[in-house]
């Protein structure tokens, strides 16, 4: 036999031991959940890339957040699908207050006021050109765009948005929609920041889900760049300085050691996002039956919270949330 001092297999010995000493561990409270809207009554339509995720109509969505309420999930991302009429080049429609998403989070928070809707603030959700800003000669325009987000941002919050989701990467957009929100009387409505949001190619789902695909080009101009790290620090500082509530990594994954870089440098709470590719990567190997799909799901939401988020948004909240029933 061998003489150990230390046998770290002691710890390992039994559930009730290993349970004891879990350093990390993912609840219901860490997750929101990211919703699409369409238009329409009595809709419900899968997303054909995203197994088991649908696009509702108003009506049935609040069904599903009533229902997502009572398995604990107390906060929703909501995302709106439009129609390609309604779009332009300055994204009139997300001002729009009898509109399709404005309405519907009025709605929502006259319903079920307990809900906590987070909202998000880009263009291209609302733009012909499918870009998170405006168009300008072939290129991205910031400070204009700023102006434009800013304004949005207001209206979700006159609409009874709980927390504003800047999704777009512009410069200095934080600053200014939170001296817009203040200046407004919406001083308590938080801001989330896509702080570190990467050029990937994990989005293919959720660009699905929207029909938001750009119409030219890409987004390497505005979204950071997958190589690099370092960067993902100067933004963080930024957004907190111009008053940032929570600071966000998208996509979540492939980007763990982002995750933990924040985390580490800034006391800001950490918000990560389990994006569409991810998703659907584990729900088409789980169809072959080359994984065991829920084992993989708990894992990989594991990962994100130890590498330091404390708030996952995830399209695998809802099914997360049974499985602890």
Known sequence: MMHLAQRPRRNRKSAAIRNLIQENSVSVN???????????RNKKIEVGSMPGIYRFSPDLLLKEIESCLK?????????????????????TESLNKKGLYLSTLREIKKKLPEAVIMTDVAMDPYSSDGHDGLVRNGEIVNDETVEI???????QAEAGADIIGPSDMMDGRVGVIRDALDENGFTNVSIMSYTAKYASAFYGPFRDALDSAPKFGDKKTYQMNPANSREALIEADLDMLEGADFLMVKPALSYLDVIKNLHDHFDLPIAAYNVSGEYSMVKAAAAK????????????????????????????????AKSKH
């Open 71 to 91: 398995l604990g999930i107390a906060t929703f991302d909501i995302f709106p699908a439009l129609s390609d009429k309604l779009k332009d080049k300055k994204a």
């Open 149 to 155: 987000l800013s304004k949005m941002a207001v209206a």
């Open 289 to 320: 039956g080359w994984i065991d799909g829920d084992r993989v799901r708990d894992e990989i939401l594991l990962s994100i919270k130890r590498a330091g988020a404390s708030v996952i948004l995830t399209y695998f909240a809802k099914e997360f």
């Open 30 to 40: 860490n997750l929101i959940f990211p919703l699409f809207l369409i238009e329409g």
